[in-house]
């Protein structure tokens, strides 16, 4: 059974870092071009960064440009978002997604076939 899961949310300061990890099971993950989508409460879900199959090919929401990373360890079926000089509007449940391949158009969600369960992040003093 295809899965993906999040995981490394919770609760850090205003300048704190976190880092999430989207774990695949049941394929390969170096199949598939991964993204990262947050939804805060009353909002709609909203792209953040994505990356393609290889690692090559990375682009990232304006609001998180210079601030969230994203890398991939296909060896270990992962891919991480580093989340630095993190602030409250950053708070949010943050989902990964997957598609077969890496697109412009990556922050549309319709586009893609795979979904983890979320992980919420808070940033508050």
């Given at each position: 059974q295809l899965q993906l899961v999040e995981s490394?949310?919770?609760?850090?300061?205003?300048?704190?870092?976190?880092?999430?990890?989207?774990?695949?099971?049941?394929?390969?993950?170096?199949?598939?071009?991964?993204?990262?989508?947050?939804?805060?409460?009353?909002?709609?879900?909203?792209?953040?960064?994505?990356?393609?199959?290889?690692?090559?090919?990375?682009?990232?929401?304006?609001?998180?440009?210079?601030?969230?990373?994203?890398?991939?360890?296909?060896?270990?079926?992962?891919v991480y978002l580093q989340m630095n000089s993190l602030k409250p509007e950053d708070t949010a449940v943050y989902y990964c997604a997957a598609r077969s391949t890496y697109v412009n158009s990556w922050w549309r969600p319709i586009i893609y076939d795979y979904w983890g369960q979320g992980t919420q992040v808070t940033v508050s003093s």
């Amino acid at each position: 059974q295809l899965q993906l899961v999040e995981s490394g949310g919770g609760l850090v300061q205003p300048g704190g870092s976190l880092r999430l990890s989207c774990a695949a099971s049941g394929f390969t993950m170096g199949n598939y071009a991964i993204a990262w989508f947050r939804q805060a409460p009353g909002k709609e879900r909203e792209g953040v960064t994505s990356i393609s199959r290889s690692g090559a090919s990375t682009d990232s929401a304006d609001s998180v440009k210079g601030r969230f990373t994203i890398s991939r360890d296909n060896a270990k079926n992962t891919v991480y978002l580093q989340m630095n000089s993190l602030k409250p509007e950053d708070t949010a449940v943050y989902y990964c997604a997957a598609r077969s391949t890496y697109v412009n158009s990556w922050w549309r969600p319709i586009i893609y076939d795979y979904w983890g369960q979320g992980t919420q992040v808070t940033v508050s003093s």
